[in-house]
């Protein structure tokens, strides 16, 4: 209350000293003077936090050998988005570190060394590719194909490398 008698005190004496009112100068109420109350309480804020979503599934597969995964080091894993348009394939190459990828929209057919039947991912399906396996992907499909792609690769390796082609076109 003091500083609402000071504010108004101060602002009466310029606007005597200017010869008016002066612009900017406190009303009752502005400066915590009690003011009749004319709108309700907000809710508490927990009462408009969103609640907690639950982790949603993407994707999933079965890996149908043992899987060992190890690193004589440090790793980096990192996770990425990607479109594969229809007829697209992504040349025969192999990564220093595992790869998982989820299609969450559309199809990817997978080609892998030593396992040259091309197997085919739908949507809400994963696919992994083992350390340094050279493989191939492609949308043979009519719409174009999402993916969720993550690698676990030592610091600074690239992404991917070149490999030649393991399997005979298809």
Same mark, same amino acid.
């Given at each position: 209350?003091?500083r609402?008698?000071?504010?108004?005190?101060?602002?009466?004496?310029a606007?005597?000293?200017?010869g008016?009112a002066?612009?900017?100068?406190? +009303?009752?109420?502005?400066?915590? #003077? !009690? %003011?009749?109350?004319?709108?309700? *309480? &907000?809710?508490? $804020? /927990? =009462?408009?936090? @969103?609640?907690?979503?639950?982790?949603?599934?993407?994707?999933?597969?079965?890996?149908?050998?043992?899987?060992?995964?190890?690193?004589?080091?440090?790793?980096?894993?990192?996770?990425?988005?990607?479109?594969?348009?229809?007829?697209?394939?992504?040349?025969?190459?192999?990564?220093?570190?595992?790869?998982?990828?989820?299609?969450?929209?559309g199809?990817?057919?997978? +080609?892998?060394?030593?396992?040259? #039947? !091309? %197997?085919?991912?739908?949507?809400? *399906? &994963?696919?992994? $590719? /083992? =350390?340094?396996? @050279?493989?191939t992907?492609?949308?043979?499909?009519?719409?174009?194909?999402?993916?969720?792609?993550?690698?676990?690769?030592?610091?600074?390796?690239?992404?991917?490398?070149?490999?030649?082609?393991?399997?005979?076109?298809?």
């Open positions: 209350m003091r609402t008698v000071r504010m108004l005190a101060v602002c009466g004496l606007a005597v000293l200017t008016g002066l612009a900017g100068c406190a +009303q009752p109420g502005q400066l915590g #003077d !009690p %003011v009749e109350k004319t709108t309700t *309480e &907000a809710p508490p $804020v /927990a =009462d408009l936090a @969103p609640a907690p979503r639950l982790p949603q599934l993407l994707g999933s597969g079965l890996v149908e050998e043992p899987v060992q995964i190890g690193t004589p080091g440090p790793a980096v894993y990192s996770v990425r988005t990607a479109t594969l348009p229809p007829g697209v394939s992504i040349a025969w190459h192999r990564h220093p570190g595992t790869e998982t990828t989820i299609v969450t929209a199809a990817v057919t997978l +080609q892998l060394e030593d396992a040259c #039947d !091309p %197997v085919t991912f739908g949507a809400g *399906e &994963a696919l992994f $590719v /083992a =350390d340094a396996v @050279p493989h992907l492609r949308n043979d499909g009519d719409v174009a194909a999402e993916l969720v792609v993550a690698y676990l690769l030592a610091p600074g390796a690239p992404d991917q490398l070149s490999a030649p082609a393991a399997c005979p076109a298809t």
